[in-house]
């Protein structure tokens, strides 16, 4: 019995990578990320949407990445030392996503996920799977597949 319950909590238990975009936290699975590397400018595309900085090469791979922030539509600060690309895979493509700084590794339980407000802003609800109340504040937990459903269009750009 004791086995089950074990497996149960563990099925209930998520594994998420916070960070910050200006004075707001997200966060998202860490099942999706590939790697966090430190900022680098990428190599601009004409006539990209404002969102998508660039590409980049990683290791023979060429990569789009994503202001995250402007994606989100919220503040985020001057690139710095502290800014990072994170890695992930989106569905069958890999982005990265430009961050002001990673701020933890958490784990959470489903539990804790509550649904996100509706307060009448531009937000895409859809873009995220919910609210996460920490001791450090609220974190958004973002939904990768849901923002990034057209990924393959900028990739192929």
Known sequence: ??????????????????FHLGDQQFCIKTTSIREIRAWAAATALPHAPPHVLGMMNLRGSV???????????????????????????VGSSTIGLVVDRVSDILSIGNGQIQPVPDFGTEFDPTFSYGIIPLDQGMVCFLNLDQMFANIEQVAAA
């Not at 019995?1 to 149960?8: C, D």
């Not at 099925?11 to 916070?18: G, K, R």
């Open 1 to 18: 019995m004791e086995a089950t319950s074990s497996a149960q909590s563990q099925a209930t238990t998520l594994e998420i990578i916070a």
């Open 63 to 89: 990569i789009p990445i994503i202001n995250l922030a402007a994606k989100l539509g919220v503040q985020s600060s001057v690139h710095t030392s502290r800014s990072a690309i994170v890695v992930a895979e």
